[in-house]
């Protein structure tokens, strides 16, 4: 019974800062990459940023490059997207990904983030 919960999405003003969390249940540590996705009204889900199961590797979208942070804790079972100077264009549902093979992955439900002011 795999499960991923997102949290920590919200409203923010542009520039702020926002710590999304995604808290992973029967999944085994350390052999999932970790991602985040993105989703806004009238677009597709694009990538925002991945960290590999040993956390040796991180790779981010151009937007996210810069501004955005992804960590992962083993011991919590648990990944984080710190994102900093949010602006408008960052307005979406965030999901996070769990991938080990093209078979074997899993989605969280997302949280919404919502960029205004």
């Known amino acids: 019974q795999v499960q991923l919960v997102e949290s920590g999405g919200g409203l923010v003003q542009p520039g702020g800062s926002l710590t999304l969390s995604c808290a992973a249940s029967g999944l085994p540590p350390r052999r999932y990459a970790m991602s985040w996705y993105r989703q806004a009204p009238g677009k597709e889900r694009e990538f925002v940023a991945t960290?590999?199961?040993?956390?040796?590797?991180?790779n981010f979208a151009d937007f996210a490059r810069g501004r955005f942070t992804i960590t992962r804790n083993d011991d919590a079972n648990t990944a984080h997207l710190q994102m900093n100077n949010l602006q408008p264009d960052d307005t979406a549902m965030y999901y996070c990904?769990?991938?080990?093979?093209?078979?074997?992955?899993?989605w969280g439900k997302g949280t919404q983030v919502t960029v205004s002011g």
């Open positions: 960290i590999s199961s040993t956390g040796a590797t991180r």
């Open positions: 990904y769990a991938f080990r093979a093209r078979s074997d992955d899993f």
